[in-house]
Each structure stands twice: as structure tokens, then as C-alpha cells.
């Protein structure tokens, strides 16, 4: 959600472990009184209120591509689908694409023109803008070193010779560049209405245009329901079904469920208490994401005896050992989330040879397994090589409304299990509200911290650049110059080499995994009830999760 990856999305929020995406929907009809035909309604519980809907300031884009749409949109599978390119060349080294734009309309009938996306690229990419995410545009000609202020926006690798041509100049080739430009992050933006509503943009639906099947209705910057409809302008209109999407905040996974029992909701979120009762219901369905939820340590902690004993790997280890992941997503959590072998997902991505999980191939032995002797054995020598033997550590965890059951038994958990196993060790729990949590492990004030990653698109290398040493989200301050040089050389050197790539990655999760630089403790797998009627919905694991352009209702 992604600092713990996505807290507030774009348009949806994702909350998960206190953090759990209730991106959801409902079965409606409703007679249209005009014309006597039936309308066709999905009504969407979503956990929050928006925080921006400008795609250059957005902290996640989970449900954008519902209203903004890049070259392609994300399909099935993780798969491209088309989008606003026509159509692509690319080069014969990979590093000069040219896209054909169709000729589509934003939703005041403008025009949709090339210079729309060079406009959007250098807003998005200028450090004012402090976008989140324009670390996404590394290994585009120039994009590091006008994030980093050191070279103007324009001369970013993208240019519009004429209104219907967008070409892009990378520095190396980026094997998953077709899947990044489904990302909304990449769609265009009108200069013409950034300029017109200055300050507000982006801070309310009137103040926006759109691009993608739908439009926004309603939304006022703070208030607790609006509306998707169809935006008529959209140039593939025809095959979209939906009439509207009506999003009301409910925060309380009972509330979302009692309204779907009344039939108010088409898809409510199941908690983790919710699905036993539910999962041999016709009308449980669940829907796996590519988040991970992990422990951070802080490296460049200010307190010099716990910097001490985190900077250890061997303590590291201790913790990792000592946690019977198993149990936790069984028993504590029950809610279908999985055990991870490392910190890449499961069902991401393929090894290009063997079409093996990469889940599997980076699994490494004696640093997630759960064992007490091992994990008592690495204690020891920590404690020996520290000569610390006894210390308070606490645990930062984001709780948006204090007593989130999801988030109360992991952090109850993991505290119970970690000083029953390590003598010495005392875990004092910290639970905030998550953006309270978020600010905190940005500036540094923490311990350990619950946090988690969620996949941008469908490749390896977008968890394996989080824990570098010169990444953002590096919270932390991990650094471990010889899994720089793996991820480095995966992203430069190797990067047209899809076997050599492969082995770069595997390579860095598995170097990860020995030392515990962060420690993975489980994937989310949400349960929801869904209404049979509901049909078309298409849901991805990384990236835009969510995609309503061929949903309806049966």
C-alpha cells in the first residue's frame, strides 16, 4: 500500500492488517424511470475517505485504472490489455518505443493527445511534485537525475512529434516496460485543466478529467461516498456495463456484512474472524494479492545498544526462526493468507526457463523455517558477539482504529512467541494509527516495525528494489552493498538477459533471506462474500487490482 504498500489509495483503499483491501462491490439494479430500462448498479464498500485523486500525488492505484488509463490496461493475469496506444514499435535494443494513440476523449470531450502524456510524465517526475512513486521511472533517459534535481524535466526520455505519436528513450532496456505503461502512473494528465483549476486539482471529482471507462461523481475531498459512471466519452464505451459504482465508507468489516446480507452490498470483506463461518459459503470467493506483510528493522536506530543488537545477523535470524509462520496464517489469522518462502510473493512472476514460481526458487533453508532450537542456538551467539543479554525492543504497528482484530492478534503474536523462544528479549507493542505508523518509520522512530510491500506490477525486481540501499522506502536503512550489486546488475547489466536476470534476482532474495534484512512473515489472501450476480470483475495481484470495465450485473 507500500510504505506498508498501500494505506490510502487513489480511488479505494487498501488497508491491510489493519492493512486489508475492502475494494468491494454490490448487486444492484435500479428501474430508470426515464426510459423504463434497468440500470445496472455495483455498490462498493470501500475502509476510508480519498486522499487525492491526482495520479502525479497518489500513494497507491489499486482501483485507478477504472477512471484513468494509461497505453494499456492491466487484464487478466497481470496480463496488458489495450489501452489508449493503438499500437507500439520498439526497437531493435529495446530502448526506443513509439506508441500510436487511438483517438479517444477525455470525459469533457477534449481531445487525448501525445503531449497529454509528456506533459503528465515531467509533472510527475519534477521533485516538487514529491511523487511517491517516481522511482518507477528508473531507466528512462534522464528520470534519476531530474528526481534527484540535477537535470531539468524536459529533458525526460519522452517526446511528442506529433499529437497522435509518443516516443519513449530509455537508458536500458526494462523487460517489464509494456507492463509498467498499463500503471496509471504513466497515463496522461491535461495540462489545459491543471492549469485552469490550479491548487484544486485533483481535490475534488469536479476538478478532474477523465480517461478511463468511468468517470468520478461526488467526491469532495473529505466526504464518505461517491460514484463512478460511465464516462460516454471512452473510447471502448460499448462493451462498458455498468451503469455505476456507488462507494460508501464502512470501516467495520460486521457493518460491510450485515449490509451485504441485506442485500446492499454485492462483495463484502470477510475479517479473519468472519471467514470460518463463511468459507464453505457458494458465495465466498477469495482474491490473492501480491502484499507481504514483514518485520522492519531499524539499522541507523538512535538508541546505540538496540542498533546494536538489530544490526546483528544473527539476532536477526533468531526472530525469523523463532515464528511458525504456519500457525500464523492457519490458526492466528485463518484467513486463507499464505506462508511466503522469501520476500518476493507466490504467483508473481516465472523463471523464464523452467516456468518455475520464483516463490520457489528463492527459497532458502534455516532462515524463515520454524525452529526453536536453531533460533535459540543463533540467540546465543548474538547475545555473545553483542554482550547484550537482556533489552526492550518495541514493536511499531499501524491500527487505524486501535483495536483492529487483525492487527491486535499479529502484534500479540509475534510479541507472545518471540519472548517465549529468546530469553533476554522483551517486546513492548506500539499501535497507532497507520498513518501515524507510516510517518514514524519515515522518520526513523522505531524499533521493529510491521510493515508490509505490495507488488506495483508483475516482476520480481519491484519488491527486490525496496531493501537497496538508495530507495526510498528503505525505512530502515538496510544496506548490504553486495545485494546492491545483485539488483543493480538484474536491473543494468543483465537486464536484456532474461536467464542471467533471473539468476540476478533469485540470487538477492536468497542473500536477503540469510540475513534477515527484513524478516516475511505472511501474504494476504482477502476472503470476500460475493453475490452470484456479479460477474466480469477482474482482479490482479500486482499493480491495478481492480478492474470493472467488463463487470456486470447477471
Known sequence: ??????????????????????????????????????????????ASQLNTIDISASSGYGQTGNVFESFYRLGKNGQVSPGLAKSLNVSDDGLTYTFKLRHAKWSNGDKITAQDFVYSWRRTITP??????????????????????????????????????????????IPYFKVLMAYPLFGPQSEKIVNKYGKKYGTSSQY???????????????????????????????????DEIDYTVVSDAQTSLDLYQNNQLDLSQLS???????????????????????????????????????????????ISLSLNRSQLTKKV???????PTGFVSTDLAKN????????????????????????????????????????????????DNGDDPSTNIVIQYLKGQLEKVLPGLTIKIRAVPTQVASSERREGNFDIALAGWGADFNDPISFLQIPQSNTAYNYGKYHNPQYDALVEKASNADAANPDKRWEDMVAASQLLSKDQGITPLYQSVYSFMQKSGVKGIIHNTAGTQWNYKYAYIK
Open 352 to 399: 523464464p526457463s523452467t516456468h518455475e514460481d520464483f516463490s520457489k526458487d528463492q527459497k532458502t533453508s534455516n532462515t524463515m523455517d520454524y525452529n526453536i532450537k536453531l533460533a535459540k542456538e543463533k540467540w546465543a551467539a548474538a547475545q555473545q558477539e553483542t554482550g547484550i543479554h537482556k533489552i526492550t525492543l518495541t514493536l511499531l504497528a499501524g491500527n
Open 333 to 339: 489469522l485463518g484467513n486463507g493468507s499464505l506462508v
Open 272 to 318: 479473519q474472524t468472519q471467514v470460518p463461518n463463511y468459507q464453505n459459503d457458494k458465495e465466498y470467493i477469495q482474491y490473492p494479492y501480491s502484499y507481504v506483510s514483514y518485520l522492519s528493522y531499524n539499522f541507523a536506530n538512535s538508541n546505540a545498544t538496540k542498533k546494536k543488537l538489530l544490526s546483528n545477523q544473527n539476532a536477526r535470524l533468531a
Open 1 to 46: 500500500m507500500k510504505k506498508r504498500h498501500i494505506v490510502t489509495t487513489l480511488l479505494g483503499v487498501v488497508t491491510v492488517l489493519g492493512i486489508t483491501a475492502v475494494l468491494s462491490g454490490c448487486n444492484s439494479k435500479s428501474a430508470n424511470q426515464n426510459s423504463g430500462e434497468t440500470k445496472q448498479v455495483l455498490k462498493l464498500p470501500t
Open 208 to 242: 478532474m478529467v477523465y480517461s478511463g471507462p468511468f468517470k468520478m461523481t461526488g467526491w469532495k475531498g473529505t466526504n464518505n461516498s461517491w460514484k463512478y459512471v460511465k464516462n460516454n466519452q471512452y473510447w471502448d464505451a460499448k462493451v462498458v456495463k455498468l
Open 128 to 173: 516538487a511534485t514529491k511523487s511517491e512513486y517516481a522511482y518507477l521511472f528508473d531507466g528512462i533517459k534522464n528520470a534519476n537525475a531530474i528526481n534527484a534535481g540535477k537535470m531539468d524535466p524536459k529533458t525526460l526520455g519522452i517526446s511528442a512529434p506529433d499529437s497522435q505519436t509518443v516516443v519513449i528513450t530509455l537508458e536500458k532496456p
